[in-house]
């Protein structure tokens, strides 16, 4: 894939960029709420906790300073960092994969897929034999199951057109929705209840430090295997023969790429419920001015991603505050007119057959 000069000589500036933008988000974004705190005292805070640093720091804050920031606001934080990032470079990876700029994980039904399987956890007890793991497990159970359904059933005679792929997603999205919403009406817990549809509009308010470690894993290990695969998923934006031409096992390939942003996705709405239109937007937002080669795709969809999902949690804190919304409506007031202008434009497809 041919790269322009400037780009080339531009992308290190652009990742530094965006690297120094999502420090400064991070930073205010852990500043922002009822009590506000100073961005010095918040890094004093935060490299006291660093093993062979901490000792070098002099602790001029309070106690209940520390709680705040240390043990709410920074895992809440780094929670958005984390789904933000995997949920963009899922969405690239799927749009390169369908062929289809419309994709993500929330419209082909996979966010759905993944929510049926963590409500069977969280209302029912199901996989508790899984223990601490049964809830990421059976997210990414549901996840997978829900975009075989999808792949499966939008073939036609072999084949399947981005748009017969999108309007399926759509039919296994609404019926992971409906079997979601059957759980809850059968359930008898109703705090759990609560708890559930709460989690289903997407929410941060869980993170803490514990449960980061399983979906900080994933994503990092996940996003570095997709970027890995960057000429692969250059060849599949060309079609599936000629892929085939340049030494791509374009079935084998398909299947790890489902697989691998199953897991992803389901981990993310494991530990954050389901934020939509994330993986939909952020590629679209990065392609103007970085191109649609997946080596700077990726990792500029993933900074970028993280930097747009904490400020859409600041903002679902401030709107109604001291209430606040879930990160999910927020996310769907956004992607949703997003989406219909892609429409308008006929932008969903990457130069193939879009009926």
């Known amino acids: 894939m041919r790269v322009r000069p400037k780009l080339e000589t531009h992308f290190p500036l652009i990742v530094a960029g965006l690297l120094l933008t999502l420090f400064i988000s991070v930073t205010a974004s852990v500043m922002i709420g009822p009590i506000s705190i100073p961005p010095q005292i918040i890094w004093k805070i935060a490299f006291s906790h660093i ?20 043990e709410i606001r920074f895992p809440r934080v780094l929670l958005g960092v984390l789904v933000g990032a995997g949920l963009a470079v899922v969405g690239a990876a799927m749009q390169a994969l369908f062929k289809n700029a419309l994709v993500d994980p929330f419209i082909m039904g996979v966010s759905s897929g993944a929510s049926v399987g963590a409500t069977l956890v969280i209302l029912m007890g199901a996989f508790s034999v899984f223990g601490m793991y049964a809830l990421s497990i059976a997210a990414f159970l549901g996840a997978l199951t829900a975009i075989t359904f999808v792949l499966v059933l939008s073939q036609v005679q072999g084949r399947a057109t981005p748009i017969r792929m999108l309007l399926t997603g759509i039919a296994v999205s609404a019926i992971g929705s409906a079997v979601t919403n059957l759980i809850i009406a059968l359930a008898k817990n109703e705090a759990g209840i609560r708890d559930a549809l709460f989690w289903l509009f997407g929410s941060l308010t ?27 998923l250059n060849a599949m934006l060309m079609g599936e023969e000629t892929a085939g031409t340049l030494g791509v096992n374009t079935h084998r390939f398909r299947i790890f ?20 239109f994330v993986g939909l937007m952020i590629p679209h937002m990065v392609r103007p001015v970085i191109g649609s080669d997946h080596r700077r795709l990726l990792p500029v969809s993933a900074l970028w991603g993280a930097i747009f999902v904490v400020w859409v949690d600041v903002l679902a804190r401030m709107i109604i505050a001291p209430e606040e919304l879930p990160i999910g409506i927020v996310t769907a007031l956004c992607g ?8 308008r434009r006929n932008l969903y497809s990457f130069g193939g057959d879009g009926r």
């Open 51 to 70: 093993p062979g640093v901490g000792g070098w720091i002099e602790p001029d804050w309070s106690k209940a300073r520390e709680t705040i920031i240390w």
């Open 206 to 232: 869980g993170a803490k430090w514990e449960y980061l470690k399983i979906p900080g894993l994933v994503v990092v290990m996940g996003g570095l295997l997709l970027i890995s695969q960057y000429r692969p």
């Open 257 to 276: 790429i489902i697989v691998l942003s199953a897991l992803l996705t389901g981990v993310i709405v494991s530990v954050s419920g389901v934020i939509g």
């Open 336 to 343: 949703g007119p997003f989406f219909l202008w892609i429409m």
